[in-house]
């Protein structure tokens, strides 16, 4: 079992930055994939970056990428999210969750999730 608890999010203005993390615990927490999704009111969760356990590969949606960036400190089990030049199209709950493997893209394939937290980015 791995618990996942996120932090860090809030209200920021446009072109602002956020950094998100996800504290991990239980068994063997630092030996998954890590991932991070987000879901907007009215909206299907859709996935936004993952990780790889050993930090060396970084997967990223295409409207994130080039101002998102995903790593993970496994020595504090913590995955974190930095997240610049912020719009108001990125405001949604962020949830952190563990083991997605090769699949990585879709959220069925993690087993564990956090309760997420809100990043709301004003115009």
């Known amino acids: 079992q791995v618990q996942l608890v996120e932090s860090g999010g809030g209200l920021v203005q446009a072109g602002g930055s956020l950094r998100l993390s996800c504290a991990a615990s239980?068994?063997?927490?630092?030996?998954?994939?890590m991932g991070w999704f987000r879901q907007a009111p009215g909206k299907e969760r859709e996935f936004v970056a993952a990780?790889?356990?050993?930090?060396?590969?970084?997967y990223y949606a295409d409207s994130v990428k080039g101002r998102f960036t995903i790593s993970r400190d496994n020595a504090k089990n913590t995955v974190y999210l930095q997240m610049n030049s912020l719009k108001p199209e990125d405001t949604a709950v962020y949830y952190c969750?563990?083991?997605?493997?090769?699949?990585?893209?879709?959220?069925?394939?993690?087993?564990?999730w956090g309760q997420g937290t809100q990043v709301t980015v004003s115009s």
């Open positions: 239980g068994r063997t927490s630092s030996s998954y994939a």
């Open positions: 969750a563990a083991g997605g493997g090769a699949s990585y893209l879709y959220s069925w394939a993690y087993g564990f």
């Open positions: 990780i790889t356990w050993s930090g060396a590969n970084t």
